[in-house]
Nanobody, 121 residues
Framework: VQLVESGGGSVQTGGSLTLSCTSS???????IAWFRQAPGEEREAVAS????????AIADSVKDRFTISQDHEKNMLFLQMPTLKPDDTAMYYC?????????????????WGQGTQVTVS
C-alpha cells in the first residue's frame, strides 16, 4: 500500500490548509488516519476515520478545529485545518492498515506515507 500526502505549506496564524492523502489500496484497511510530528517531539495522533462508514475519531488537541473526511471511491483522505496555530507546525503523515475500532494509536497502523510539512508562523 502506498500513501502519498499533499497540501502542506507555510501559512500565518489563523490561516487554513487542507491536506490530502491518496492511497493505492484501501481493501486491506479498516481505518486510515493522520498523525503529526513536530521537531524534537514524539509523533502524535490527529484523527482517524473508518473507511466507508466515515466514523471519525479526533484527538483532543485538535478537536473542534480539524475535520477528517474521505472520498472512499477515490481512495482519498482529507484533513481540513482552519484557524491554524504555531503549535500545529509539524510533519503530517497519512497512515493506514489499522483494524482497531476508533484507533488513534500509531502502533495499530502498518502503512505510512512520507509526510507533508505544515508550518504556521
Amino acid at each position: 500500500v502506498q500513501l502519498v500526502e499533499s497540501g502542506g505549506g507555510s501559512v500565518q496564524t489563523g490561516g487554513s490548509l487542507t491536506l490530502s492523502c491518496t492511497s493505492s489500496d484501501t481493501s486491506s484497511s479498516h481505518r486510515i488516519a493522520w498523525f503529526r510530528q513536530a521537531p524534537g517531539e514524539e509523533r502524535e495522533a490527529v484523527a482517524s476515520i473508518r473507511l466507508v462508514s466515515g466514523a471519525p475519531a479526533i484527538a483532543d488537541s485538535v478537536k473542534d478545529r480539524f475535520t477528517i473526511s474521505q472520498d472512499h471511491e477515490k481512495n482519498m483522505l482529507f484533513l481540513q485545518m482552519p484557524t491554524l496555530k504555531p503549535d500545529d507546525t509539524a510533519m503530517y503523515y497519512c497512515a493506514a492498515g489499522s483494524w482497531v475500532a476508533g484507533s488513534l494509536d500509531e502502533h495499530d497502523y502498518v502503512h505510512w506515507g512520507q509526510g507533508t510539512q505544515v508550518t504556521v508562523s
